[in-house]
């Protein structure tokens, strides 16, 4: 089943839609990792989902400085990719299925998403 990126993109804007809500009020504060970093999530799981969701007021916490050349291609990041701040991750089964960016002013970057069933599942969620 392959989807033309702009149907999965509003896919993916249907399914954050329908679980940001459950996520928020059912979802526990959650420490995952990213690359070197470690940053607070909110996460709730929904055999077999599990959802990470972030924000720009979740703590990150670097315990290792950048190498020079990451910081320098940090800085070179557009400013509408760096004004990102919020994500989605959902997982099946151990398996990434979508990783999904957005920022408050409504700019959404569909970074992965892998479509199936859970698809499906995640919208039936109540």
Not at 30 to 57: C, K, M, N, Y
Request: hydrophobic share 45%; charged share 25%.
């Amino acid at each position: 089943m392959n989807h033309p990126k702009a149907t999965r993109l509003c896919r993916a804007i249907e399914i954050r839609d329908h679980v940001l809500p459950l996520i928020r009020v059912r979802g526990k504060l959650h420490r995952s990792r990213v690359g070197e970093r470690f940053i607070i999530t909110t996460r709730w799981a929904q055999s077999p989902l599990v959802f990470d969701l972030w924000s720009p007021f979740a703590n990150w916490q670097v315990h290792r400085r950048p190498a020079a050349g990451y910081a320098r291609a940090v800085g070179r990041q557009s400013a509408k990719e760096a004004a990102l701040g919020y994500g989605l991750d959902v997982w099946r089964s151990g398996s990434k299925v979508l990783s999904f960016e957005w920022n408050a002013d409504g700019w959404t970057g569909l970074v992965s998403m892998k479509p199936g069933s859970w698809e499906d599942e995640a919208l039936v969620l109540a």
